[in-house]
């Protein structure tokens, strides 16, 4: 079958490090791509994997082990306004007949940031 | 360049009812995708348009359809309201069907069906 898992709920310090993992079982992968969602509103992009390795953008990083069906994001210097759900989704495999390159989504982590 | 819009941003319906969500994509964007999220199952891939065609349809009934227009404006329709499709409705818009090509999320549709 196909799942993605993601621990439910972080807590954290600001100023901290925290690193959120995804583990996946999917029947392809075609890239992992992780999310930030605030509550109320709309996911916006955060990153995007499909070769192994860390990509680093500013203070977020993600990282990728295709092995393993393994990713994680690291947030550095924690600050209060990343307090919010993060979505982990990968894509699944394309076939001939179109189908299966769909977007399966974990149910998030919810990452509090205390002061 | 404005994002992604949806309208109505929040609806409510009782059973057996049928509803039209409408999503508007970022110009230039051809590719929209719907998705339904609740608490408990998170986001659920419903459909997706790429040139007002159907590419792929998520595991929903068919009490839940859609169409993209020719200026990649889509609108999805649930027939037939249950409560279970109480839920927020986002829809995504990309430049193209890659497979790298990050989504931008609408607001969403709030639906409670009562």
């Known amino acids: 079958g196909q799942n993605i898992d993601q621990p439910t709920e972080m807590t954290a310090t600001e100023g901290a490090i925290v690193q959120i993992n995804c583990t996946y079982q999917t029947s392809g992968f075609n890239g992992l791509f992780w999310y930030q969602q605030h509550a109320g509103e709309a996911p916006t992009f955060l990153s995007y994997n499909v070769l192994d390795g860390l990509e680093e953008k500013g203070r977020f990083s993600s990282f990728l082990s295709r092995s393993k069906g393994y990713s994680y994001l690291l947030l550095k210097e924690l600050q209060m306004k990343d307090s919010a759900s993060y979505l982990c989704?990968?894509?699944?495999?394309?076939?001939?007949?179109?189908?299966?390159?769909?977007?399966?989504w974990g149910l998030g982590t919810s990452l509090a940031v205390n002061p | 360049k404005a994002g992604v819009t949806q309208t109505p941003r929040y609806l409510i319906k009782t059973r057996g009812q049928q509803v039209t969500l409408s999503c508007s994509p970022i110009s230039g964007h051809r590719s929209v995708s719907w998705y339904q999220q609740t608490p408990g199952q998170g986001l659920q891939f419903l459909f997706e348009y790429f040139s007002e065609t159907q590419r792929n349809k998520g595991n929903f009934p068919g009490r839940f359809s859609g169409r993209q227009f020719s200026n990649s404006r889509s609108e999805m329709n649930v027939s037939t309201l249950e409560l279970g499709d109480s839920a927020l409705y986002l829809c995504a818009s990309s430049l193209s069907a890659a497979l790298n090509n990050e989504q931008f999320f609408g607001p969403g549709t709030r639906l409670t069906v009562l």
């Open positions: 989704a990968v894509r699944d495999q394309f076939t001939n007949a179109g189908n299966n390159r769909k977007l399966i």
